[in-house]
């Protein structure tokens, strides 16, 4: 008889557990089943009035569903918990990312634009890309690349090293992908390698100690100077439009004999010089093991002077400042 009644009290929590859809029924409930003066503890009561075997089965029959109840109490303050937070999650929610900027969309940054449509231009007559790495040591930065001992160029005043020997540094030109190139190919070699390069330099209008370089090599049977000059002219054209002059003057690069700088005038303005180049010094060619007597053309331009002549930007910060009202205008 008296398990009976514990089934049935054990039903009516189900019932009022399934029922109960907040936390303070949640405690009612509780306290109505377990509580000082609940109905379980009026049959514990009971047990004194039991024979022995009857003590101990009702007892034990008490605890277990005494152990059920408070147990099943739990678990649904649990549910109930994560159902709150849920409905005050789903409330509260709102998205950040709507509305608090303007949103339109991303878009490419000038200078790997200008990058992309120097390669392009490159691409169009056959030219590919390398790549190489902006960490380098000093062989391929100066001494493959012809560059003596007491040039100024190595200085710590003009290079960023890396090491306290001086072998390691990070790159000051991306004329090193030409010997890194070159070492692990054999020509006909047409390659644009577009990259950052890094400079002592003191941040000015035309100077950042961080910018792009864009260096080109072509290496085949007899090539001349002409080739530079034709290869050139056409970059030029194809970058600034038809109506721009272009200008070669001679110049000096350790890595090339003879050197020149490439000056243009464009909307009738001054001359101005917008790359280095040459024919490839024959030293060059031997530091990567080329046969005597190869030749090639190569040359060197600046991404950032490319951009800032095109769109008449005054100060090269531009670049890296990334306010919004420049990066837009392109
Ligand atoms: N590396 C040169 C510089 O950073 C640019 C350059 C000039 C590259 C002449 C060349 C070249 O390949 O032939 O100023």
Redesign the pocket.
Known sequence: MAEINLDKIYSSFLLALEESDDEDSLSRIHKEFLGKDSVISKQRKNISKLSDLDKKKFGNKIKDITQKISLEIQNKKINLQKVAYKNREDKENSDISIDWYENTGSKEHIISSVMDEVVQIFSSIGYTVAHGPEAETSWHNFDALNTPVWHPARYESDTLYIDKKLQNLLR????TV?VRHMKDNEPPIYIVSPGR?YRSDQLDSTHSPVFH?I???AVDDAISFTDLKGTLEFFVKEFFGNNVKTKFIPHF?P??EP?AEVLVSWKDSNWLEI????M?DPNVFENVGFKKGTQG??????VERLAMLRHNIDHIKNFYDNDLRFLRQF
């Open positions: 000051t030109q991306t004329s030409q390069v370089q260096e080109g090599l690069f890595f090339t050197s790359l280095g180049c040459g490839v053309f190569a040359f060197g331009v600046g």
